[in-house]
Structure formats: structure tokens, C-alpha cells
């Protein structure tokens, strides 16, 4: 069965410091992933989503950048935080044949940062 | 591109009751529509989908209809328990963007 990994559950980081969030992916090949965030508890804001090694479309214009260095690896990444980066990050993986059906969400990654 | 609008934003049942959440797309062109829902502190999963070609789907106490000419689409719960509490989404998906545009969300509360 697939199982859909993300890390860390929790995370306080000051303001102008560097973030890495990490998300794997097994049991499945070539699968589609995604980054989403929450704020303020409610809507699922598409950060970043990629359907292979290297290619990584992005939605919003923000301070965030990803990358996926493997098949089954997907990392959001920020330089310097703002405190607008708050939020809960979400790490979610769908099957190649199409993107978009059936997300498989990760546990997420409440961000704060002071 | 796709606008999902989701409706109520709050939902608060007691429990045995019955709770509908619903959506209206813009895209005609979008065919499949899931609904998530998410616990507290968690990522959301995945409870029922419906395809365009299907008016109707159960699955024990959830139901998803779907009315393609008004686009619109719904949720329905029945015999509510306070485990059902939690935020629910709706997406759409289709017609060339196979990226999900998800509502807003509906945070169901259920009290015992």
C-alpha cells in the first residue's frame, strides 16, 4: 500500500531564518505531488506541484521555492521566512495517470513563525 | 478558470440529525468531484467521490448528488455522530485543468 510521509508535524522558526519541510512518498511510482498551505484554519491554498524529477509548476509568487530531487521526494523551501508564512503545510501525492484525482494528503506541518 | 463556491461555512447539527453541504462550480467542462474531510491537526482524506456521469453515490450514512445542468453539488450526511465533527471540502476537477479548485471549506460540528 502507498504511505504518504511528512516532517516535522510541528515547527517554530524566527523570522529571516531558513525552512526546509521534507515529504516521501512509497509504494508508488512516478507520482503526482503537491504543496498546499492552510492559514487561518480553513482553505487549501496550492503552493507547488510536480509530475517528476526536476519539474515543479508554481501557483503562487511567494517567498517559497521546491524542489524534488527523487521520484518519491518533495521539499518546500524558504531562504529567509517572513512571518506571513505562518500557516499549515501540506504535502499530498496523487497517481500519475492523472493530476488531480484522488488526493492523498500527508499528516501536515504547522508552521510558526515569530 | 474553475470557481467553487461552498455553502454553509458552518454547519451545527445534533447528533441524529442530517447535515448537506453544497457546492456550485463554474466549469462545465469540469467531471469529477471529491470531498474531503479533515480532522483537527490533520491532512485531509478523502470520503466519496462522484464522476459526471453519475447523479448519485452512497456510502453507508454519506451520499454525493450532482445536478450537471444547474452545477451544483452536494453532501449529505445522515444520523449524525459527534466523530463526523470536522472541516469539510469540496473540489472539482476537469475540463483540461486536472488541477482540484477546492470550496472554501464547512466546519460541521455535531453536538452529543
Known amino acids: 500500500s502507498q504511505t504518504i510521509h511528512q516532517w516535522p508535524a510541528t515547527l517554530v522558526q524566527p523570522v529571516g531564518s531558513p525552512l526546509s519541510l521534507e515529504c516521501t512518498v512509497e509504494g508508488t511510482s512516478n507520482p503526482n505531488l503537491y504543496w498546499y498551505r492552510q492559514a487561518a484554519g480553513r482553505g487549501l491554498q496550492l503552493l507547488f506541484y510536480?509530475?517528476?524529477?526536476?519539474?515543479i509548476s508554481s501557483e503562487v509568487p511567494q517567498n517559497l521555492s521546491a524542489s524534488r530531487p527523487q521520484d518519491r521526494q518533495f521539499i518546500l523551501s524558504s531562504k529567509k521566512l517572513l512571518l506571513s508564512d505562518s500557516g499549515f503545510y501540506l504535502c499530498?501525492?496523487?497517481?500519475?495517470?492523472?493530476?488531480?484525482?484522488?488526493?492523498?494528503f500527508g499528516s501536515g506541518t504547522q508552521l510558526s513563525v515569530l | 478558470g474553475e470557481n467553487v463556491e461552498q455553502h454553509p461555512s458552518t454547519l451545527s447539527v445534533q447528533e441524529g440529525d442530517s447535515a448537506v453541504i453544497k457546492c456550485t462550480y463554474s466549469?462545465?467542462?469540469?467531471?469529477?468531484f471529491p470531498w474531503y474531510k479533515q480532522e483537527l491537526g490533520k491532512g485531509p482524506q478523502l470520503i466519496i467521490d462522484i464522476r459526471s456521469n453519475v447523479g448519485e453515490k452512497k456510502d453507508q450514512r454519506i451520499a454525493v448528488t450532482l445536478n450537471k445542468t444547474a452545477k451544483h453539488f452536494s453532501l449529505h450526511i445522515t444520523e449524525t455522530q459527534p466523530e463526523d465533527s470536522a472541516v469539510y471540502f469540496c473540489a472539482a476537477i476537469g475540463g483540461g485543468s486536472y488541477i482540484p479548485t477546492f470550496g472554501r471549506g464547512t466546519s460541521l460540528i455535531v453536538h452529543p
Open positions: 510536480s509530475v517528476g524529477i526536476g519539474q
Open positions: 466549469d462545465s467542462a469540469s467531471n469529477y
Open positions: 499530498a501525492w496523487s497517481k500519475p495517470t492523472g493530476l488531480g484525482e484522488k488526493l492523498f
